[in-house]
């Protein structure tokens, strides 16, 4: 059985990847709650620390709490609906590193595969192909390991939980995934093995693509 969930996000710094005076680009760091959960408990957030220094800041995107990586916010309205537009028609570049449990048997592939909501276990989401929601995402082999695989995940669609249930859909989940890794998968760390490596948008303002980047801490 899984020990029960506590909320113990780190305390270190943020690391600001980028600043303008449109957008604020930051590295999020695993176990931090995006925005405020609903219980008095999980108010700690990405989005509350950053108000603390950009009042201004708004939120564009999330990520799930365990995953780590780059994260965009908009310091106004105006550019707030631009990255929204972006975001909403698939304008923006995603990739992501991952650690998934066992080896696939091919070096790349396709996951279509839609997603909805397994209501009675949420917030889990789980494959339907009958009601769920277009979710495609590309995947490409980096690095054999003993156990495990290093993999990078290019998301098209962006559907809550998307990478997590699509790489269990292949029977490779991500390693430390709480939610929904189990035995030795689950086993092989107290974090999930994902992070947001780039971003790739138009800038608002200029009008010029702008790359972001960080590596995994894993």
């Known amino acids: 059985m899984k020990p029960p969930f506590i909320y113990q996000p ?69 550019t707030q609906s631009h990255l929204a537009y972006q975001f909403q028609n698939r304008k923006v570049e995603k990739v992501y590193m991952a650690r998934i449990w066992g080896h696939p048997t091919k070096d790349t592939g396709c996951i279509e595969a839609p997603l909805i909501c397994d209501w009675p276990n949420r917030p889990k989401q789980k494959i339907d192909h009958q009601h769920g929601r277009h979710a495609i995402t590309n995947w490409e082999m980096l690095k054999k390991e003993e156990k495990t695989t290093l993999v990078k995940l290019k998301p098209i669609t962006g559907r809550s939980h998307q990478l997590r249930v699509h790489m269990l859909y292949l029977n490779h989940p991500i390693v430390g995934d709480r939610l929904y890794g189990t035995g030795d998968a689950l086993n092989y760390s107290k974090r999930l093995h994902l992070h947001s490596q780039s971003l790739s948008i138009i800038h608002p303002n200029k009008k010029q693509p702008v790359f972001f980047t960080t590596q995994a801490s894993f």
């Open 10 to 78: 780190p305390q270190d710094n943020i690391e600001i990847l980028h600043q303008d005076d449109d957008i604020l680009v930051v590295n999020k760091p695993a176990g931090l709650l995006s925005v405020p959960g609903r219980l008095p408990e999980h108010k700690d957030s990405l989005i509350s620390r950053i108000q603390e220094q950009w009042s201004t800041a708004l939120i564009v995107h999330r990520l799930d709490m365990e995953t780590s990586g780059v994260m965009i916010f908009a310091l106004n309205k105006t």
